[in-house]
Every structure is written in structure tokens, then in C-alpha cells.
């Protein structure tokens, strides 16, 4: 596997560089959407986000890691509270052989740490691929860890979607469709504006889950949709959008980021359902090898999502996020609390 990257020689001096402006971004090779310069600038239009991106480079200038991470406003209605929080997806992309990475991602860490307090009061490292990287370098720079789940589809062998379904969901996905309802991707700025607007009406009963502004959505299908790193999927019923989702695709995986419907009152659509099942049916018909759901929960208490997506035919499986407040104080009881 080291053959196919560069040798880096860790010991010499690299590059160290914080990019918060689009304008300076250089070209960005990487496969990473999640650390890409097209979802920075997607962070940087969407009002209340601020993108914050670490590269590193060698003596010829040639990338070898890049981390991007986010800072957002944070609003909870109950218990009323504001902060600024910085989220990152995964721990970054490498150029280098894999034992090089850990020494490169301390660097970074410690520069975005740095960065990212003086804005924000949580980090939140999530979504990560293996939960073991960096174990020793995020509790160097104070990070705790919390056991958390996720939530993922193999799309990869000879079974079909349905086959994969609980049989009251396949059930569902069958009525929806006899009951005039349709799945399709999205075509026009309108449609996706659309979604956005009731999506967002959907989000907006969840008390924890955090929705962006609808430039978000915008932006995604301009910077995204047109490279095949988003696909964003509507559910309509007699000409009215009344379900939908959002994917992003990153490697050989899709991430369902946001999904919803009018579940109460278009109940005989399965609008919920059938947003969920259009999104499998074209990663699996696109060739990705796994679909990936965000933020399924905690796994010590029940979670509706969680619940909800396991009915597709996917599998639980044990992960870590990483936190860090602003007080260090906070950091060392709940290290302690989570040793």
C-alpha cells in the first residue's frame, strides 16, 4: 500500500497553512468531500457558517493532508441556549503512507485546536472511520471521547434494496408508490428550494437536530451536484413536494446527511419512507459499496432515527466523537468521567 503514495520525511519542516477565505484557497487534489474545497465553499455562502481548513505541504509544495472543519451557531430552544460550535467530519485526507498519518494529523489538530477555540465553544470531532486514529493525540490535546453509533448499508453484494428491508417497510415503499406518490431527483434551483423549505419545517419540531438555512441547500446543488458528490432526492405527491433527502457522496460511500416528509399529512405517501428508500436505490444503482446514515444517536438511550433507519436493512456499529470545550476545567472532569 505505501507504494502508492509519496514518501514523506516527517522530520523535515512542512508547511503549515489556516485557510478561512475561499479567495485564497489553492487547487485541492482529494476524493475527501468532507475535507474538499468545494464543501468549504459551501460552509463559507451558508449564513452562521465560518469554514476553517489546516493544510500541510511539503518543501515542494506539494499537498500531503488537509483537515476542514466548521464553525456554526448552535440554537437550542429547550433549555433555551446559544454557542458557536466547531464540527469536522472524520479526521482528515492524506497523501502519505498510512503510518505517516498520525504524526501529520497531531499538527493539524493542535493548529485547528487553536483556531477553533478562540471561536467556538465545543469541537466536535464525528463520523469517524476508525475509531482508533488519533486515539492518543486527541486525549494529548484534551479531547474526551463518547461512545456513539452508527448506522450502515451494505450495497455491495447480489441482494437487491428490498431484499434488505424489514418486510413492513418494504410494505410501505409499496403503498407510497400505489398511492400516487413518486421519488426522483431533483431537476431545478426551485425544486431543491422547495425541499429545503419543507425540510426545514420538518427539522424545525426536532428540538436537537440542527437544520442550515436554505442557501445551504443552494449552494450544495451548485458546488456538488454537478461533480457527482450530492444528489438531492424529492418526494412529490400530485405535483407537491412533500418528502425528500440529501446525500453526499465521499469515496465509495454515500452519506445520507438530511431526510424527512410530511409524514401526518400525506400518511398514505410514506413520504419519510420513500425519501430514504430513493436515496439506496441510486447509491446502489450508482455502484457505491455502503450508505452511511449521520447522526443516528447515543448508544445508551433509545433514538428515534436510529430506529427508524435500522428498518432498511442496515447494521449498528460502535464508534467514537471526540469533544473539547473552551474550559479546561470541563475538559479534565469529563476526560476523567470518560477515561
Known sequence: MDRDYPYICTKMPLQLTIYQAGSCLPALPGNDTFHSAELFHIYEATPGYSPILVTMTDDHGALVAK???????????????FIRRCEVYGTGEYFVPPHQREEL?????????????????????????DARFGYRIFRQNNYFPISWMRVRNSLHDDLSVEERLSASRLRQVRKGLQNGAEVRVARTPEEIQSFARMLHKYYSSKVRRHFPSLRFFRELEQKLVEGQQSRIFIVTYKGRIIGGSACVYSGDTAYLWFSGGMRKTYALQYPGILAVWGALTDAKQRGYRHMEFMDVGLPFRRHGYR??????????????????????????LLGYLYS
Do not use: D
Open 307 to 332: 430506529e427508524f433507519v435500522l428498518r432498511f436493512g442496515g447494521r449498528q456499529l460502535s464508534t467514537l466523537r471526540w469533544f473539547r470545550f473552551r474550559w479546561q476545567w470541563l475538559n479534565r
Open 105 to 129: 494529523f497531531g499538527r493539524m489538530l493542535q493548529a485547528l485546536t487553536s483556531e477553533a477555540r478562540r471561536r467556538s465553544f465545543l469541537i466536535e470531532f464525528r463520523n469517524l472511520e
Open 67 to 81: 483537515l476542514l472543519g466548521v464553525v456554526r451557531r448552535s440554537v437550542r430552544l429547550f433549555p433555551p441556549a
